[in-house]
């Protein structure tokens, strides 16, 4: 069946230093996935996404790499900041019959993450 | 536009009762998509909306819970006879229908109380 996963549910990082928040998946049929930041109380936050026919893709201060043969993605934030803290989340989407979208997103646990001043 | 909008923000309510919530997308989007999260977790899917057309709904969604989007535009989910289990944050999001993807945009959610 379908399901995201991370590795670390937590991560502690001081401030300046770089962060790398990892997620595996176990869909091969996904072709979208999309990083979020969510802050308590509020809704996700779109952070950065990238589509299966890519394995890199930059963003300001972050980057999501994509290893489809090992079905994992991560993310790097570099010169991490305290407003970096919160729960950061992968998700997925797979590819419909036809071509078409599934539409719905898989989410992942989420990792948190807190940065040191 | 402001983003997606989600009404209202926090419902207590005691068990037994009925809840409506309602969401406002993005107006150019015709794609909604409501979710659920409970503390810790990552949100669960529960059903889409393509205009007004409902196209999945999760087997979260029991036959308590409805939702609709008569004109295409905002959304309302309908929670009947409110459980204890049923206490978590509700999530609208909204898209475009594009098979590239293209992000899809959350608001604030509601959260909801059951005592």
């Known amino acids: 069946g379908e399901s995201v996963g991370l590795h670390l549910p937590t991560l502690s990082v001081q401030e300046g230093d770089n962060s790398i928040i990892n997620c595996a998946y176990s869909n091969s049929a996904s072709d979208y996935f999309i990083w979020y930041k969510q802050e308590s109380g509020k809704g996700p936050q779109f952070i950065i996404d990238i589509r299966s026919n890519m394995d890199k893709r930059q963003g300001q201060r972050v980057t999501v790499l994509l290893n489809k043969t090992v079905k994992h993605l991560s993310l790097q934030i570099a010169a991490t900041q305290p407003g970096d803290s919160a729960v950061y989340f992968c998700a997925e989407r797979s590819q419909g019959a036809g071509g078409t979208s599934y539409g719905k997103l898989t989410f992942g646990q989420g990792t948190i993450l807190t940065v040191h001043p | 536009d402001t983003g997606v909008s989600q009404d209202p923000r926090h419902k207590i309510t005691k068990r037994g009762q009925n809840v409506t919530f309602r969401c406002d997308p993005i107006?150019?989007?015709?794609?909604l998509y409501w979710y659920r999260q409970t503390l810790g977790q990552g949100p669960e899917f529960l059903t889409y909306f393509q205009n007004e057309a409902q196209l999945e709904k999760s087997r979260l969604l029991s036959d308590r819970f409805s939702a609709e989007r008569p004109k295409g535009s905002f959304s309302t989910l309908e929670i009947q006879r409110t459980e204890q289990g049923d206490s978590a944050m509700y999530l609208c999001?909204?898209?475009?229908?594009?098979?590239?993807?293209?992000?899809?945009?959350f608001g604030s959610g509601t959260r909801l109380t059951v005592v």
């Open positions: 999001a909204s898209s475009f229908d594009t098979v590239l993807g293209g992000g899809y945009t």
């Open positions: 107006s150019e989007h015709n794609r």
